[in-house]
C-alpha cells in the first residue's frame, strides 16, 4: 500500500513538471523570449524594494493567520515559531518538486510544538481553505468587471465555473458533520473531514476570529496584487494598483489549482489571457509573472536556512 502510495506521488509530481513545462513551451512559442530578457534586464531596481516589502508584509499576515485558526481550535502558535514554519512551507512549495510538500512539513513541524496531529492536520488545512474562501470572494467581487471588459468568454466561464465550485466546496465543509454523517466519526479517513467541519464551524461563530482571518487575508492577497503592481512599475508600466486589484485575483484563484510545479505555466497563462485581454502585451504580462515567480522563490529562500537549522538542532537533541 505504501509503495502504491508513493508511486502515485511521484507520478503526479511527474505530471505537474510536464503539464508546467507544456504551459511555459506554449507561451514562448507565442511571444518573443529575447524581448522578455531584454525588458527583465532593463527593470528600474529601486522597485525591488517595493516587492520586498509587500513581501514581507504577506508572510507575517500568513503566519498570523494560521495562528488565528489555531486559537479558534483552542491551540497556541508563537509568532516566531508560525512565521518560522511559514517560510519552511514557502521553501518547500517554492524550490522543491517532491513528495513533501509544505503543508505537510507544516503539519510535520506543527507537531514539534506540542500541538496533536490531528489539529495539526486541521489547523493547516483550515488554514489554506480560510484564504481560498477569502480568494473565491474577491473573484466573486472583480467577476462583474471582468465580465464587462474581457471578451474571452471562454475565460468568462472557466473562471466562473471555478468560483461556483469553490463556494460549493465552502458550503459542503460547513454542512458535513451533522446527526446523519455521525455514524462515520470513528471512520479514519471520512472521520476526519467531520473534524474539519466541525473546527471550521466552531471558527464561523467566533466573531473575532473571522474578523480576523477576514482581514489577515485580504492583506495576503492585496500583498500580492502589490509585487505584481511594484513589478510591472519596474518594468516601466504605468497601470494602477485597482486594475491589478480586479485583475490579479482571478490569476491567483486560477494558480490555486494544483496541477503545475508552484504555478509556473498556469500563471503565465492565466497572466497573458487575463492581462492581455485588458490591453497589457503578453511580453510585459509574461515578464510580469516571471518576476513574480522569482521573487517568491527569492522569498522563500529564508525556509532553507530554517529547514537546516532545525534539522541540525533536532539531530543534537
Not at 220 to 234: F, L, Q
Not at 262 to 274: N, T, Y
Request: aromatic letters at 10%; hydrophobic letters at 55%; one cysteine or more.
Amino acid at each position: 500500500m505504501t509503495n502504491r502510495s508513493t508511486y502515485l506521488k511521484n507520478l503526479m509530481i511527474i505530471i505537474k513538471i510536464i503539464l508546467s513545462i507544456f504551459l511555459v513551451y506554449i507561451i514562448f512559442i507565442q511571444v518573443d523570449i529575447s524581448a522578455i530578457a531584454e525588458k527583465i534586464a532593463q527593470m528600474a531596481p529601486s522597485w525591488i524594494i517595493a516587492v520586498a516589502f509587500f513581501f514581507v508584509i504577506q508572510v507575517t499576515c500568513a503566519a498570523q493567520r494560521w495562528r488565528y485558526v489555531l486559537a479558534g481550535m483552542q491551540q497556541h502558535l508563537t509568532t516566531r515559531s508560525a512565521l518560522r514554519l511559514i517560510f519552511l512551507g514557502q521553501f518547500f512549495n517554492q524550490c522543491l518538486p517532491s513528495n513533501i510538500g509544505g503543508d505537510t512539513l507544516r503539519m510535520f513541524y506543527l507537531r514539534r510544538e506540542g500541538i496533536g496531529t490531528g489539529s495539526a492536520i486541521r489547523s493547516v488545512l483550515l488554514d489554506r481553505i480560510a484564504g481560498l474562501l477569502i480568494l473565491t470572494l474577491l473573484c466573486s467581487i472583480s467577476l462583474p468587471f471582468l465580465i464587462k471588459h474581457l471578451e474571452n468568454q471562454i475565460a468568462i466561464m472557466g473562471l466562473l465555473a471555478i468560483i461556483v465550485v469553490g463556494w460549493a466546496a465552502v458550503g459542503i465543509l460547513l454542512v458535513l458533520d451533522n446527526p446523519l454523517t455521525h455514524r462515520f466519526r470513528d471512520h479514519k479517513f471520512l472521520g476526519m473531514f467531520l473534524s474539519l467541519s466541525k473546527d471550521a464551524r466552531r471558527l464561523t461563530r467566533d466573531r473575532m476570529v473571522i474578523a480576523s482571518l477576514l482581514t489577515t487575508s485580504v492583506l495576503i492577497h492585496m500583498c500580492s496584487v502589490g509585487m505584481i503592481w511594484a513589478i510591472d512599475k519596474a518594468l516601466g508600466g504605468d497601470t494602477s494598483y485597482l486594475f491589478f486589484a480586479f485583475t490579479v485575483i482571478p490569476t491567483l484563484l486560477v494558480v490555486s489549482i494544483p496541477i503545475s510545479i508552484a504555478g509556473w505555466g498556469l500563471r503565465e497563462q492565466a497572466m497573458v489571457i487575463i492581462l492581455g485581454g485588458l490591453g497589457i502585451s503578453a511580453t510585459h504580462a509574461v515578464s510580469i509573472s516571471i518576476l513574480f515567480g522569482a521573487a517568491l522563490i527569492l522569498g522563500s529562500l529564508p525556509g532553507a536556512v530554517f529547514w537546516l537549522k532545525t534539522d541540525r538542532n533536532t539531530d543534537r537533541n
